[in-house]
């Protein structure tokens, strides 16, 4: 088999065989094969697509081309959950120790923030001594033990997705639905749950802005899972602002233990639970998503839901006692405050702008290797459609320089502030189910 002859019938709009796929993931992933002649297959791809089959296949090869996690000694059915990516999307710490309250095992592999979107693993982080360092036998020992356990991505996974996401990135071919779908799904199916529930984020803030576009990467993915056999469904949801009010990593924390407590905001709350009924029902637990949602509801209202974390927190070395004061992790040096300047309706938020805001505090990473800083970020005093008087505030913002003036200039070009009524946006666009 030659290299040149697939990009050419990839060119050609024509679909490749398994065999062939497998011959050019493979060889690429063991340096065979060059960046410049996978660079012009990714191109290829992007502007003539892959069938079902072909992304199935090129899905399964990536996974095979590195360590596959068995998860067979945990009891129970495995349902792992992963979101497209978004500003102040709390959900996963909300969700681990709530569904695992109920009884559903919850091993997650999480990764760290990059640019403007925060990593779960960074949030955690937050407690003091907490570690996500752990091989895979502790991994599945923690999940036995508490129902949840987090930790950070082995760095033996997907090795072809790293290679070809690092290629993409450079040479314009991020943005195509089968590639996202195949770097996705590969690494959730690597990490070795039986069924997976996918959180697809639309508008400003998201990867795709349109709801053609997420309708589009959702079904690519079910359909990826039900042709490799792991249960899969997407909830789309709203990213055309920052969910809930919180960006920066402990401020999520304590907005996360809110949450738990049922005292979270509204909209996090109704994700969570959406998502967390579906886990349920993947997982055998209930019958449909009402009776999921009620226990869910139920396991927030008496303390199972924040127990679960506080155990799950101490199994891992951090210190569960912040979990009852999570304001003590707040220590931040200064906090200012973002002021309307004209009466009206909030009628945008561009999250984009409040994650890099948050990252300019220090709350995320502007390369791989920079530092951050678990105590800074922003909470939102205001979101669409919320009404607003000249002077009221915006949003705080949590700091430890003194000045910030850059800060509140990039806070000032999120908002935008209408005379008319503006209706919020709807959370949840969509289900898709296989
Ligand atoms: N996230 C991924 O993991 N891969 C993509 O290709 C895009 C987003
Ligand atoms: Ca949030």
Not at 104 to 125: F, W
Not at 326 to 338: D, G, H, R
């Amino acid at each position: 088999m030659r290299m040149i002859d697939l990009i050419e019938k990839k060119r050609d709009q024509k679909a490749l065989t398994e065999e062939e796929i497998r011959f050019l993931v493979q060889g690429y992933t063991r340096g065979e094969i060059p960046d410049y002649q996978m660079a012009s297959f990714l191109m290829a791809v992007y502007f003539q697509g892959m069938t079902p089959e072909e992304t199935a296949h090129f899905t399964m090869e990536i996974v095979r081309s590195g360590e596959q996690i068995d998860l067979s000694s945990i009891e129970g059915i495995k349902v792992d959950k992963h979101s497209t990516g978004g500003v102040g999307d709390t959900t996963t710490l909300v969700l681990a120790p709530l569904v695992g309250s109920v009884g559903v095992p919850v091993a997650k592999m999480s990764g760290r923030g990059l640019g403007h979107t925060g990593g779960t693993i960074d949030k955690l982080e937050s407690f003091p001594g907490f570690h996500v360092e752990v091989d895979n036998e502790e991994f599945i020992r923690l999940v036995n033990q508490n129902k949840v356990a987090v930790i950070g991505q082995s760095g033996k996974l997907t090795p072809a997705d790293k290679k070809l996401y690092a290629l993409r990135d450079v040479t314009g071919t991020v943005n195509s639905i089968p590639l996202i779908a195949s770097s996705i799904m590969s690494k959730k199916i690597a990490s070795g749950s039986d069924a997976i529930v996918l959180d697809v984020k639309v508008g400003a803030g998201a990867f795709m802005k349109s709801m053609e576009d997420a309708r589009k990467l959702a079904r690519t993915m079910v359909e990826i899972g039900d042709n490799v056999g792991r249960k899969t469904m997407a909830v789309i949801s709203d990213m055309s602002q920052p969910l809930g009010f919180a960006v920066g990593n402990a401020l999520e924390v304590k907005e996360a233990i809110d949450t738990l407590k049922g005292k979270g905001p509204k909209d996090l709350e109704e994700l969570c639970l959406t998502l967390g009924s579906h886990m349920v029902c993947l997982a055998g637990k209930a019958q449909t998503p009402e009776e999921a949602g009620s226990m869910l509801k139920e396991a927030m209202n008496n303390g199972k839901a924040l127990e679960t974390m506080k155990q799950f927190i101490r199994a891992q070395g951090g210190d569960d006692r912040y979990v009852d004061h999570p304001e003590q992790l707040l220590t931040a040096k200064y906090t200012m405050e973002v002021k309307a300047k004209e009466d009206g309706y909030i009628s945008e938020i561009t999250a984009n702008e409040i994650g890099t805001a948050a990252m300019m505090l220090g709350a995320g990473r502007a390369t791989k290797e920079s530092e951050i800083d678990l105590a800074v970020g922003l909470v939102l005093n205001k979101k669409i459609g919320d009404s607003v008087r000249n002077g009221e505030t915006l949003v705080t913002i949590y700091s430890n320089r003194s000045s910030v003036t850059d800060v509140i200039e990039k806070v000032e070009q999120a908002y935008a502030i209408s005379k008319q009524p503006v209706q919020p946006p709807v959370l949840i666009h969509d289900i898709v189910q296989g």
